[in-house]
């Protein structure tokens, strides 16, 4: 690996020296053999967007592939900053609401991430370098360029957890000009918000780009009652810096560097019919109004560095990609999830949930692309990624022993050990020594799970002839995983050690230290044919895998490790143009199977009241999917975009809570997915525009989770209409026009998650 870095430094070092010997002309800028979609001249185009789906640059149109992409245009014109959001405009893809606030869930064609502590099911790119890894909490997206999304298993070319999809956010890189843009905005709940960013070229060569955001809603749908407060607000800010250097043709070098720090909620949810506790709560919450003595706050701030060094020589394209990302969250909740002390009845445990992370992260990559216009073209790669991720999980829990004296204490030790004469503590029965608090650590300090993966790929594409080509593509994957775990109760004072005994069965003192490797071939197959220069057809074989690791959710020893999961799709589609090039329609088809699935198994240890459960793979899943995308442009100032797509993913095998699932549908996943929008510029005259823009969202079918609770229908519309002068837009705003709300996640102890409510508002924007 030295070697290959010394070579990379070497050619950067000759480039710049000597530029006279390079060579003259990108390959990029070479005549490809293939057919292209005709250009009619002074004709607005369909899908001309460049993008780099297959890891190298081609138009959108071209794109052997069911690829979304989003452009950052239409991201501002709907002022989306949110990655659930970004989502919404892809066929077959949902993203879950985190109850949490700790991770971005993306569900792509059924493929999801069914714990907090597994790994994540999509790889995530920023610029097209690895961003993934444990709590992949992705903040506020603010001057994008454009959003890529790669549908179905992508480990043969993205590597890394892409066994669902890969999603690739390319941010506005700094030009050679000087500009920027400011954006200020201020709607309902009292949310304002200020982003932008100004690009400056210091020389020829070499320019910044410095974005800035601040976003501040100190209101929100949900009030907590008790602490006279709204559970869903929050505050998030960042800089992101960007670099360019090109001291030729052949050479660039972009850095960048990012800083976001975000305060919100951390569970912001309400319980219908009474939280699962000893008791329930003697309040009844709505979607409106909740009733908690603790705050459930979570703060979260995140360093990411990346660079792009990439030379260009007549020996064809290299790249070295690295990223490094140290991730930190802090967040307490209201772990009883009601107002009730400790003393308010007997059977009442009182508890606070208190939680401390570090991830911390580093990527590394080698890539190579041969010459592009040969008959034969290769691109190879080599990667590297270590990751540490720290936690702490604190239960702070009170219950008052003077409630609990006879019957009453028998009940509660007949709960929680199954032992009706409290025989565990000592004396037997509950002492009448008043109020006793404990913290039980789980996991405690000097927790964590380290990786280490190591991988490296081959691909070849052969044009067979002009119009028919055949690429093969086969990377192999090794990581190695170790855990670090402890656990113990601490009693808060001497009368605590009676509580102790209670809790000692669930959360049992001890230590453990386990180490677990996994490996992977994961090859797949493309079939490209242009049989007339407006249609794209191609066939897909691919494969994914997502590495196993251990269940931070279960105090059983034997139960912590759980094994890897693969994928395997077969899929056909095409894209083509019509009404010359002002109309792309694009279909795809496709089959694909999940084997050694994870699915949530009972804790044995734990009692059945605290809903305890482990990892396992147990589960097999079919999926049959079809999705269907459309993009005309009616004139220079009218597009319409819109997609569907719809799933049938059930499981095939697998046993979770003691019952078969076969049959089930997957959970978290839609059946229909619908996506229409409308962007429109309409000259008024030669100084203004008129903006009218529409987004129609709609989700049907599918369930919440594998008991086959329903998910509701949801359709959402969000609206903007405003006035354009020169480089300056004002527009006012409504997005969930109608306020469609519906429960996007359910938690176990009754909690329900609602989607977003209607906000509205003004938004002025000034470029220069």
Same mark, same amino acid.
């Not at 992409?69 to 501002?76: E, R």
């Not at 490094?324 to 802090?330: F, V």
């Not at 102890?749 to 220069?768: E, H, K, N, Q, S």
């Given at each position: 690996?030295?070697?290959?870095?010394?070579?990379?430094?070497?050619?950067?070092?000759?480039?710049?020296?000597?530029?006279?010997?390079?060579?003259?002309?990108?390959?990029?800028?070479?005549?490809?053999?293939?057919?292209?979609?005709?250009?009619?001249?002074?004709?607005?185009?369909?899908?001309?967007?460049?993008?780099?789906?297959?890891? $190298?640059?081609?138009?959108?149109?071209?794109?052997?592939?069911?690829?979304?992409?989003? /452009?950052?245009?239409?991201?501002?014109?709907?002022?989306?900053?949110?990655?659930?959001?970004?989502?919404?405009?892809?066929?077959?893809?949902?993203?879950?609401?985190?109850?949490?606030?700790?991770?971005?869930?993306?569900?792509?064609?059924?493929?999801?991430?069914?714990?907090?502590?597994?790994?994540?099911?999509?790889?995530?790119?920023?610029?097209?370098?690895?961003?993934?890894?444990?709590?992949?909490?992705?903040?506020?997206?603010?001057?994008?360029?454009?959003?890529?999304?790669?549908?179905?298993?992508?480990?043969?070319?993205?590597?890394?957890?892409?066994?669902?999809?890969?999603?690739?956010?390319?941010?506005?890189?700094?030009?050679?000009?000087?500009?920027?843009?400011?954006?200020?905005?201020?709607?309902?709940?009292?949310?304002?918000?200020?982003?932008?960013?100004?690009?400056?070229?210091?020389?020829?060569?070499?320019?910044?780009?410095?974005?800035?955001?601040?976003?501040?809603?100190?209101?929100?749908?949900?009030?907590?009652?008790?602490?006279?407060?709204?559970?869903?607000?929050?505050?998030?800010?960042?800089?992101?810096?960007?670099?360019?250097?090109?001291?030729?043709?052949?050479?660039?070098? $972009?850095?960048?560097?990012?800083?976001?720090?975000?305060?919100?909620?951390?569970?912001?949810?309400?319980?219908?019919?009474?939280?699962?506790?000893?008791?329930? /709560?003697?309040?009844?919450?709505?979607?409106?109004?909740?009733?908690?003595?603790?705050?459930?706050?979570?703060?979260?701030?995140?360093?990411?560095?990346?660079?792009?060094?990439?030379?260009?020589?007549?020996?064809?394209?290299?790249?070295?990609?690295?990223?490094?990302?140290?991730?930190?969250?802090? /967040? &307490?909740?209201?772990?009883?999830?009601?107002?009730?002390?400790?003393?308010?009845?007997?059977? $009442?445990?009182?508890?606070?949930?208190?939680?401390?992370?570090?991830?911390?992260?580093?990527?590394?990559?080698?890539?190579?692309?041969?010459?592009?216009?040969?008959?034969?073209?290769?691109?190879?790669?080599?990667?590297?990624?270590?990751?540490?991720?720290?936690?702490?999980?604190?239960?702070?829990?009170?219950?008052?022993?003077?409630?609990?004296?006879?019957?009453?204490?028998?009940?509660?030790?007949?709960?929680?050990?199954?032992?009706?004469?409290? /025989?565990?503590?000592?004396?037997?029965?509950?002492?009448?020594?008043?109020?006793?608090?404990?913290?039980?650590?789980?996991?405690?300090?000097?927790?964590?799970?380290?990786?280490?993966?190591?991988?490296?790929?081959?691909?070849?594409?052969?044009?067979?002839?002009?119009?028919?080509?055949?690429?093969?593509?086969?990377?192999?994957?090794?990581?190695?995983?170790?855990?670090?775990?402890?656990?113990?109760?601490?009693?808060?004072?001497?009368?605590?050690?009676?509580?102790?005994?209670?809790?000692?069965?669930?959360?049992?003192?001890?230590?453990?230290?386990?180490?677990?490797?996994?490996?992977?071939?994961?090859?797949?197959?493309?079939?490209?044919?242009?049989?007339?220069?407006?249609?794209?057809?191609?066939?897909?074989?691919?494969?994914?895998?997502?590495?196993?690791?251990?269940?931070?959710?279960?105090?059983?020893?034997?139960?912590?490790?759980?094994?890897?999961?693969?994928?395997?799709?077969?899929?056909?589609?095409?894209?083509?143009?019509?009404?010359?090039?002002?109309?792309?329609?694009?279909?795809?088809?496709?089959?694909?199977?999940?084997?050694?699935?994870?699915?949530?198994?009972?804790?044995?240890?734990?009692?059945?009241?605290?809903?305890?459960?482990?990892?396992?793979? &147990?589960?097999?899943?079919?999926?049959?999917?079809?999705?269907?995308?459309?993009?005309?442009?009616?004139?220079?100032?009218?597009?319409?975009?819109?997609?569907?797509?719809?799933?049938?993913?059930?499981?095939?095998?697998?046993?979770?809570?003691?019952?078969?699932?076969?049959?089930?549908?997957?959970?978290?996943?839609?059946?229909?997915?619908?996506?229409?929008?409308?962007?429109?510029?309409?000259?008024? $005259?030669?100084?203004?525009?008129?903006?009218?823009?529409?987004?129609?969202?709609?989700?049907?079918?599918?369930?919440?989770?594998?008991?086959?609770?329903?998910?509701?229908?949801?359709?959402?519309?969000?609206?903007?209409?405003?006035?354009?002068?020169?480089?300056?837009?004002?527009?006012?705003?409504?997005?969930?026009?109608?306020?469609?709300?519906?429960?996007?996640?359910?938690?176990?102890?009754?909690?329900?998650?609602?989607?977003?409510?209607?906000?509205?508002?003004?938004?002025?924007?000034?470029?220069?």
């Amino acid at each position: 690996m030295a070697c290959i870095f010394a070579f990379f430094y070497y050619i950067t070092l000759h480039s710049v020296l000597c530029p006279a010997r390079a060579t003259a002309q990108s390959p990029h800028k070479k005549n490809r053999k293939l057919p292209v979609a005709h250009l009619e001249h002074g004709t607005p185009q369909a899908e001309q967007m460049e993008v780099t789906a297959r890891r $190298t640059t081609q138009r959108l149109s071209d794109v052997p592939a069911p690829m979304t992409a989003i /452009s950052g245009q239409t991201l501002h014109n709907f002022d989306i900053l949110d990655m659930k959001s970004i989502m919404n405009m892809v066929p077959n893809a949902v993203v879950p609401t985190d109850p949490q606030n700790i991770n971005t869930y993306i569900n792509i064609r059924g493929i999801r991430q069914v714990d907090n502590n597994a790994d994540p099911n999509f790889g995530v790119y920023r610029n097209g370098i690895y961003d993934g890894g444990l709590r992949t909490n992705l903040g506020p997206q603010v001057d994008v360029a454009r959003v890529e999304v790669n549908p179905g298993p992508q480990t043969g070319l993205y590597g890394r957890d892409a066994v669902g999809g890969a999603v690739n956010m390319v941010y506005a890189a700094p030009e050679q000009k000087t500009g920027g843009y400011l954006t200020g905005s201020y709607g309902n709940y009292g949310r304002g918000e200020l982003q932008g960013a100004i690009n400056v070229p210091l020389s020829r060569h070499f320019a910044l780009r410095l974005t800035g955001w601040y976003i501040d809603q100190p209101r929100g749908a949900l009030y907590n009652a008790t602490l006279h407060e709204y559970e869903d607000r929050y505050r998030q800010q960042g800089l992101r810096l960007g670099a360019k250097w090109t001291p030729n043709d052949n050479l660039s070098l $972009t850095w960048m560097a990012e800083y976001g720090d975000v305060h919100g909620p951390s569970l912001a949810g309400y319980a219908p019919n009474g939280v699962a506790n000893l008791i329930q /709560s003697g309040a009844a919450e709505t979607p409106g109004v909740v009733y908690r003595d603790t705050p459930d706050r979570s703060h979260n701030h995140q360093l990411y560095l990346s660079q792009d060094l990439t030379y260009r020589s007549r020996w064809g394209t290299f790249q070295w990609l690295s990223a490094y990302r140290d991730y930190h969250l802090d /967040s &307490v909740e209201d772990g009883d999830r009601t107002d009730l002390s400790a003393s308010s009845y007997p059977l $009442t445990l009182q508890n606070q949930f208190v939680r401390h992370e570090n991830t911390r992260n580093y990527y590394t990559e080698l890539l190579w692309s041969s010459p592009r216009n040969r008959r034969l073209t290769f691109m190879a790669g080599a990667s590297y990624f270590h990751e540490y991720f720290s936690f702490q999980q604190i239960y702070n829990t009170k219950i008052d022993l003077s409630l609990l004296q006879g019957m009453w204490g028998n009940i509660a030790c007949d709960a929680l050990q199954g032992d009706p004469t409290c /025989s565990a503590i000592p004396g037997g029965g509950f002492p009448n020594t008043g109020l006793q608090a404990i913290s039980e650590y789980a996991p405690g300090p000097g927790s964590g799970i380290g990786t280490q993966s190591w991988s490296g790929f081959v691909s070849s594409t052969f044009h067979i002839t002009p119009s028919l080509s055949l690429t093969a593509t086969a990377r192999y994957t090794h990581d190695r995983k170790t855990l670090s775990y402890n656990q113990y109760n601490n009693p808060v004072n001497a009368s605590g050690r009676a509580i102790a005994a209670l809790f000692g069965d669930v959360y049992p003192d001890m230590s453990l230290n386990d180490t677990a490797a996994y490996g992977n071939w994961s090859p797949s197959a493309e079939l490209n044919y242009h049989p007339f220069h407006n249609v794209n057809l191609y066939a897909l074989y691919s494969n994914g895998f997502r590495a196993g690791g251990f269940s931070t959710t279960t105090t059983t020893p034997s139960l912590i490790q759980y094994g890897e999961e693969t994928a395997t799709n077969y899929e056909l589609g095409g894209r083509t143009q019509w009404l010359g090039g002002r109309l792309g329609v694009n279909a795809s088809l496709f089959y694909m199977t999940q084997k050694h699935l994870l699915l949530d198994e009972a804790d044995p240890r734990a009692p059945a009241a605290f809903s305890f459960y482990y990892l396992a793979n &147990v589960g097999s899943a079919r999926t049959y999917g079809a999705e269907l995308s459309a993009q005309l442009m009616l004139t220079r100032w009218w597009s319409l975009s819109g997609n569907v797509g719809w799933l049938h993913a059930r499981m095939a095998g697998g046993q979770s809570y003691g019952s078969y699932v076969a049959g089930q549908s997957l959970p978290d996943t839609r059946t229909w997915t619908t996506n229409i929008r409308s962007e429109m510029a309409y000259p008024i $005259t030669p100084t203004y525009n008129l903006l009218f823009n529409a987004n129609w969202h709609h989700e049907a079918g599918g369930v919440l989770d594998i008991t086959n609770v329903p998910w509701h229908s949801l359709d959402r519309l969000d609206l903007t209409l405003g006035m354009a002068w020169k480089k300056n837009q004002l527009v006012v705003f409504a997005n969930n026009a109608f306020n469609n709300r519906v429960v996007d996640y359910a938690l176990t102890d009754g909690m329900d998650i609602l989607t977003a409510p209607a906000t509205y508002g003004v938004r002025f924007t000034a470029a220069f």
